[in-house]
T-cell receptor
Framework: QKEVEQDPGPLSVPEGAIVSLNCTYSNSAFQYFMWYRQYSRKGPELLMYTYSSGNKEDGRFTAQVDKSSKYISLFIRDSQPSDSATYLCAMSGNAGNMLTFGGGTRLMVKP | DGGITQSPKYLFRKEGQNVTLSCEQNLNHDAMYWYRQDPGQGLRLIYYSQIVNDFQKGDIAEGYSVSREKKESFPLTVTSAQKNPTAFYLC?????????????FGPGTRLTVL
């Protein structure tokens, strides 16, 4: 079993839909949680970063962490075709630790 | 304009050849990383370096080598011992201490074996 699990998709939604992307993990030491967006044939770019449990909002994006369930989510409101990409979750334990990545979920937003 | 550059964007290798992928950063980050990305498998860590003249093996180091002679540069050599090198290679960097280790990525190099 992988340390971080992520549904590979693809997830196809109509423009304007609310998207929910999720990761589950097994290591209870993880405290720092990140979401990266990767367009085709490009490097991943850091989208959201959260520490411990709770929510963080940035524009149309909301990151949610539930440490008790070992479950993190990324919500995208009013999804746009430009949101079509692969979304990777990543997490680490103590500050400065290596990141452990999920396998990525491919999202397609259709106009 | 700060960032991470990787070159070349595309690289073709013949059987038995060694090839070197370049990675340069001007973010003044201490740590640098090399990942391999295959379809459906996410990112796998090849090597990382947290300080000049020091580096450690990641999960899939066999068939690869690195050097870290300068803070800004972390080249990766794919040797002929790597049996299945066709993949997308990503270089990343981060600040080491006092952070969650958020990593910033370059644009990647796509390596194809002919």
């Amino acid at each position: 079993q992988k340390e971080v699990e992520q549904d590979p998709g693809p997830l196809s939604v109509p423009e304007g839909a609310i998207v929910s992307l999720n990761c589950t993990y097994s290591n209870s030491a993880f405290q720092y949680f990140m979401w990266y967006r990767q367009y085709s044939r490009k490097g991943p770019e850091l989208l959201m970063y959260t520490y411990s449990s709770g929510n963080k909002e940035d524009g149309r994006f909301t990151a949610q962490v539930d440490k008790s369930s070992k479950y993190i989510s990324l919500f995208i409101r009013d999804s746009q075709p430009s949101d079509s990409a692969t979304y990777l979750c990543a997490m680490s334990g103590n500050a400065g630790n290596m990141l452990t990545f999920g396998g990525g979920t491919r999202l397609m937003v259709k106009p | 304009d700060g960032g991470i550059t990787q070159s070349p964007k595309y690289l073709f290798r013949k059987e038995g050849q060694n090839v070197t992928l370049s990675c340069e950063q001007n973010l003044n980050h201490d740590a640098m990383y090399w990942y391999r990305q295959d379809p459906g498998q996410g990112l796998r860590l090849i090597y990382y370096s947290q300080i000049v003249n020091d580096f450690q093996k990641g999960d899939i180091a066999e068939g690869y080598s690195v050097s870290r002679e300068k803070k800004e540069s972390f080249p990766l050599t794919v040797t002929s011992a790597q049996k299945n090198p066709t993949a997308f290679y990503l270089c990343a960097s981060s600040i080491v201490s006092g952070t969650a280790g958020e990593q910033f990525f370059g644009p990647g190099t796509r390596l194809t074996v002919l």
